[in-house]
């Protein structure tokens, strides 16, 4: 038996293959579509990123600001501390040397 053609199946074998194509580029439109969505949801979280960068970077500048005051004031805290216990050793001294007189004076009260 000798195969024939015939130009009614092979017009439907054409017409399938163009229906494939038409599929393959709606769904290619489709991805190009979401590509470009997701693009601009990139850009957008880029920049949102960009945004709390800077501001994270300016919470930094300030916390370390912050610190810096805070060690300032810290070392002023000791060093009035330093003064401050300095002073209350020299009147324990001062009362010391006070009391010792003074005990030396009664001696001398009594012995007279």
Same mark, same amino acid.
């Given at each position: 038996m000798e195969a024939k053609s015939n130009p009614e199946s092979e017009a439907q074998g #054409?017409? %399938?293959d163009?229906?494939?194509? /038409?599929?393959?580029?709606?769904?290619? !439109?489709?991805?190009?579509?979401?590509?470009?969505?997701?693009?601009?949801?990139?850009?957008q979280l880029r920049g949102h990123c960009s945004h709390?960068? #800077?501001? %994270?970077?300016?919470?930094?500048? /300030?916390?370390?600001?912050?610190?810096? !005051?805070l060690k300032e004031?810290?070392?002023e805290l000791s060093r009035e501390?330093?003064?401050?216990m300095d002073s209350v050793d020299d009147l324990f001294s001062t009362k010391s040397a006070?009391?010792?007189? /003074?005990?030396?004076?009664?001696?001398l009260n009594r012995q007279l």
């Amino acid at each position: 038996m000798e195969a024939k053609s015939n130009p009614e199946s092979e017009a439907q074998g #054409t017409s %399938l293959d163009t229906s494939g194509f /038409e599929v393959t580029a709606d769904r290619l !439109e489709q991805l190009m579509k979401s590509m470009e969505v997701l693009l601009s949801d990139v850009e957008q979280l880029r920049g949102h990123c960009s945004h709390q960068a #800077t501001e %994270l970077m300016r919470a930094a500048v /300030e916390l370390r600001q912050q610190q810096d !005051e805070l060690k300032e004031g810290y070392s002023e805290l000791s060093r009035e501390m330093q003064q401050i216990m300095d002073s209350v050793d020299d009147l324990f001294s001062t009362k010391s040397a006070f009391e010792a007189k /003074e005990k030396q004076a009664q001696k001398l009260n009594r012995q007279l």
